[in-house]
């Protein structure tokens, strides 16, 4: 593990903030010879403050929609510079980390236009499944049946947000077929540091996936975030894997232990409201992607896709226990 730390104490991201351990490690991997950019999100508005950012290399905040075409500037104007003799030191780690709210919408064209020139830089996208900075609103890729503010559970609707995530990573491998792209968690510490490195080393645009779990908008305990970056994997809702441009092929990691969902989404109180209907949905969602990384998928899976497996979780109105947290 390396000794230096491009991201100090300091900063004022809440107590158990996903989204600022996977800053830490993503810059002790790329070092200090980085530079980085970021969008307006929650990394911003808490690394930004005068007198208290956390950065010992280079960092530049952009608007929320332009990390893409503010980062393709630096490498174009790095390359430029190196290639006129007017910038002696070696090319740099380019980094833009951008939360969902950008990097999964309103600055999804800006980020696909960059990975489509193949700028020789990384985008990472934090994903903390929702807009938190602006007061935990719905973004692509809050999980069917989260709890928002803008997707509040009800008697018209009581599952709260209706629609499945974006698969965005895949969207960018798919869509790009010459870049690095790769999913990963904050509770698999090794493999967002090595992901982080093969996406530095790629040469050309490289892409990654990261869930960062938000304390203040999923309501947990504090210290759960990195145990729940681990159980999101075997529960099977977050699939990990990394694409190879030159092989054209995913590699997917199966998880020792298969868990059912149930153990994942009792973990949090934005999914406290759901009933037996809504989980099984969820498990079905799960076992699909089981089956898209060619896993077997086990029996007493199977039989979670039934609601009424789920019959004995209800409480009253509710099938899962609300677990307000320590800090919500």
Not at 83 to 88: S, V
Not at 95 to 102: F, I, Q, T, W
Not at 180 to 195: E, H, I, R, S
Not at 292 to 312: I, N, S, T, Y
Request: contains cysteine.
């Amino acid at each position: 593990m390396p000794e230096e730390d491009p991201y100090q104490a300091g900063h004022r991201t809440c107590a158990g903030c996903g989204p600022a351990i996977q800053y830490r490690w993503v810059l002790k991997a790329a070092g200090q010879n980085t530079v980085v950019a970021g969008p307006t999100g929650c990394m911003y508005v808490a690394n930004a403050t005068y007198m208290s950012t956390p950065y010992t290399v280079p960092w530049a905040h952009t608007q929320i929609a332009s990390g893409g075409s503010f980062t393709s500037g630096m490498a174009a104007a790095y390359e430029s510079m190196i290639r006129k003799g007017k910038y002696e030191g070696e090319y740099p780690n380019i980094l833009v980390m951008a939360g969902d709210g950008s990097a999964a919408d309103i600055g999804i064209g800006s980020i696909s236009g960059a990975l489509y020139r193949n700028h020789d830089a990384l985008f990472i996208c934090y994903d903390n499944e929702c807009y938190a900075n602006t007061g935990i609103q719905t973004s692509p890729t809050t999980p069917y049946g989260g709890s928002t503010t803008f997707t509040p559970p009800g008697k018209v609707i009581p599952e709260g947000k209706k629609l499945p995530p974006k698969n965005l990573a895949k969207m960018m491998s798919e869509g790009h077929p010459n870049c690095y792209v790769a999913t990963t968690t904050v509770g698999y510490t090794l493999d967002l540091m090595n992901k982080t490195r093969k996406g530095l080393n790629h040469r050309g645009a490289a892409f990654l996936h990261c869930y960062t779990p938000c304390q203040k908008g999923w309501v947990y305990q504090t210290p759960m975030t990195v145990e729940l970056g681990r159980r999101v994997v075997e529960s099977g809702l977050f699939p990990v894997w990394e694409y190879d441009p030159a092989e054209r092929k995913y590699e997917y990691f199966i998880p020792p232990e298969q868990r059912p969902v149930v153990d994942y989404l009792a973990m949090q109180g934005r999914f406290g409201h759901m009933h037996p209907e809504h989980v099984a949905l969820m498990q079905v969602a799960a076992n699909r992607n089981w089956e898209d990384m060619g896993a077997d998928v086990p029996k007493r899976l199977r039989e979670l896709e039934d609601p009424e497996a789920h019959k004995h979780l209800k409480e009253e109105e509710y099938s899962l226990p609300v677990n307000r947290g320590i800090g919500a």
